[in-house]
């Protein structure tokens, strides 16, 4: 037979050798990928899956960077509800793109949203619109409201500006809008806060070409403040728990899903110091059969999450962790259970299907 191209290529480029031969335990990383030293500050930001790397990072002996830390006096349960260490700095999910460059921007006072503020109907608690579920029961006022924010703006600029590795979790394309100023809300009004107003708020589904421009906004930003930072972006597997885009919830996943993994190739492709980590693949690839999802088909198992961060602990850092020796009773860990409600109460997306409601 004649030469060609593919005869060359590694075990990497066939399906056969590289996935239907590996099963579940597929490792599909090829070709250079960041390294990360134990001495190196990793931030994390970005979606609820985002919340399982962080905590893998710390559990593995990595100097994971918190500037927004809890007080002392706050015992670790209390702490953790309101978001102090789920993330670097207290800023909640980030789901969108839209929302992270904002957020830079308004920590450096480039931007500052016309609706700030929301007020519970008996003005008996604060929330801040950027952040709605971060404060148990709300701010006491106002001005609390707006010191911690200063805060916490302080933290963000902290994190920014001294980090080494940044790594950010792409969730969702859908989001809400004011139609004043275009600023981006994690949830939409009135579902943790403040009033849903047709004429003040509308829906939007980013388009590749818009991600792809975000991120390379946000890497601008990020490396005009740290010129050494890496990012790592990576996909949540996570599907929609609901979209108001007019479709079934399936195929809207799947087209916001595909966006963001089609944004993210195209950064890491045209970006210096920007790279992809396959964790989407990893968990929804067909090799999985299935095996990585809960009950719900929604939430990660921890034997998923393990996986995706043993195959990045081998090509970060050269460590390699051993496989859980029995998946099957990985469920029945009463820490995998503690793990798996903190995670699912962290991810407000969830509240947008609240039967209660």
Known sequence: MAEHPYRSFPDGAYWRRSVAACGADVDPIVGEFPRIDQSDRVATAGSCFAQHV???LAASG???????PAHPI??????RAAGYGVYTARYGNIYTTLQLVQLVDRAYGRFSPVEDVWVSPDGSSVIDPFRPTIQPGGFASEAEMHADRAQHFSAVRQALETLDVMIFTLGL???WVSTIDGAAFPLCPGVAGGTFDRTAH???????AEVRTQIGAFVERLQALNPKARLILTVSPVPLAATASGHHVLPATTYSKSVLRAAAQEAAEDLDGVYYFPSYEIITGPQARGRFFAEDLRE?????VEHV????LRHAAGIEIAPLAQPSAVTDDGFTRDMSRWVETMCDETMLDDQNG
């Open 54 to 56: 962080a905590r893998h």
């Open 62 to 68: 990595f100097n994971y960077l918190v500037t927004e």
């Open 74 to 79: 706050v015992d670790a349960e209390a702490a």
């Open 173 to 175: 394309t859908e989001g």
């Open 202 to 208: 509308a829906f939007r589904n980013l388009r590749m």
């Open 300 to 304: 990660v198992t921890e034997e998923g």
């Open 309 to 312: 961060m043993r195959v990045f």
